[in-house]
């Protein structure tokens, strides 16, 4: 955002923290699986995702696969979601669907309405940042940082040479 100040809320070792305590909290739930499937929301939920697939491929024996997940954000009902696997990837897996900023709550509960239609066998959600100003019934399962901003604050997670940070502006 042009000639806005920007807030550094998270650094970059402050989000690998965040994420090392999410891969643990998901492997922890999931712990007698064979394969899980983390479908990240393009474009920086699937960054998210692939971050969290290292690190869970790191701690556990589990098959891990990252995906991403097209949505339209400003209209998600003007075109199909669009994911990067085929479909049938997913039957009977664990889903867990990644954002980086939960602001409204509408992409994620479109993403969500779109897997709901194959055969899995359970989701979840993960969110790096939740603002906590949901406008759609969309609850997270794994949150790196809950934060309440107000509706003019604009949450942005930047990856920059390898590296994240979060930003308010």
Known sequence: ??????TKILTHDQITKKINRIAFQIYEDNHSEKEIVLVGIEKKGFLLAKKLTEKLQEISSIKIAATSLYVNKD???????????DTKELDDKVII???????????LIYGVKYLLDFNIKRMSTVVLVDRNHKRYPIGTHYVGLSLSTTLKDHISIEFTNGKMTAYLS
Request: aromatic share 0%; proline share 11%.
């Open 1 to 6: 955002m042009p000639n806005s100040q920007k």
């Open 75 to 85: 209209n998600p009902l003007s075109e199909t979601p669009r994911l990067s696997i």
């Open 97 to 107: 669907l990644v954002d980086d900023v939960l602001n409204s709550g509408k992409t």
